[in-house]
């Protein structure tokens, strides 16, 4: 076997049996937020570039976005995805709703002392009947008996699912900003965090710098926050998420790589939306279900420049990361982010990461 041929065998062996501890890292928990910042556009920003590691703020952000660059957005919407009911039996329950799959059905996650079968009732907050149709894996296929459409239903009724790490129960503070302000289509159980930072002011300003902003719709589901509990990567089992790419998206990016200009993709969801419709090597509109678990070795095929928040320890999203600015690169930047009290997850502070060479 050839030198060059031998290298490329060995960094596949790597990437194979890469193990989940490469991933993990000691976090302080108070530099979890668990509050957003007084005012959204105010938190750190990491910029992680040429090697090397600043810091800055979120504003500084306009300094980094170049004219023709395209800003690619999550317009997604957190809804009220969290009941709580009895079972016909007085026992209780507690459902998360994972997806709506049409006005009246929905896939949850549940919580009951003894899961319930299909054909029995449950009761949610009082007055909304629903019937279990069955279950498929984790999820639970409920029906509600009631002919108001189910998203009605849910912004009537449900509360806000904050993430676990986030230890108050939701209140008007979150009801406004774990919610973007570009949000539209209603559907996802958490936000699309990076998008968090922005508000009217700052999209202007990069609209005013000859900057495009550009939207996909990629729902995110609950799994977002599971850890990888497998020893080896492979072998984790991607949760599944609906996304939608518009043409006029498509176009954008076409149009800013003709003039010169990186596609920039605000938030781990938009890049994940963005890549699982560039699969064949071209990207296009459309929509779909994607599985795409990105690990180090994936060669990116449109996002140039990344602005993310901090991710959990052994999370799909921190490999991700790690895939796209770096392995060493990644960990030099939690190292610091940690030693100088970045605030960490979906509150928390940002960085900017452009692609690793090579990737």
Known sequence: MGFINYNRALIKFCFVFMRTEEFDFDLPERLIAQHPPERRGTSRLLYAHDGALEDCRFADLLRFIRPNDVLVLNDTRVIKARLFGEKETGGKVEVLVERVLNEHEVLVQMRASKSPKAGARLMLVDVLPVEV?????????????????????????????????????????????????????????????????????MLQALRDKGAKLAYVTLHVGAGTFQPVRTENIREHAMHSERYEIPQETVD??????????????????????????????????????????ITPGYRFRVVDVLLTNFHLPKSTLLM??????????????????VDNEYRFFSYGDAMLIERNEGQ
Do not use: C
Not at 168 to 191: K, L, N, P
Not at 254 to 279: I, K
Not at 320 to 337: D, I, K, Q
């Open 133 to 201: 149709l069955g279950r498929e894996g984790e999820f639970f296929h409920l029906r509600f008996l009631s002919e108001e459409p189910v998203l009605d239903l849910l912004d009537r009724y449900g509360r806000l699912p904050l993430p676990p790490y986030i230890t108050h129960a939701a209140g008007d503070e979150d009801e406004q900003r774990y919610q973007t302000v570009f949000a539209r289509e209603a559907g996802a159980v958490a936000a699309p965090t990076a998008g968090l930072h922005f508000d009217d002011a």
């Open 252 to 293: 954008a990016i076409a149009a800013a790589r003709a003039a010169g200009g990186r596609v920039v993709s605000v938030g781990t969801t938009s890049l994940r939306a963005l890549e699982s419709a560039a699969q064949s090597g071209e990207l296009k509109a459309g929509s779909g279900e994607t599985r795409i678990f």
């Open 320 to 337: 991700l990361v790690s895939a796209f600015g770096g392995m060493e690169r990644m960990r030099a930047a939690y190292r610091h982010a």
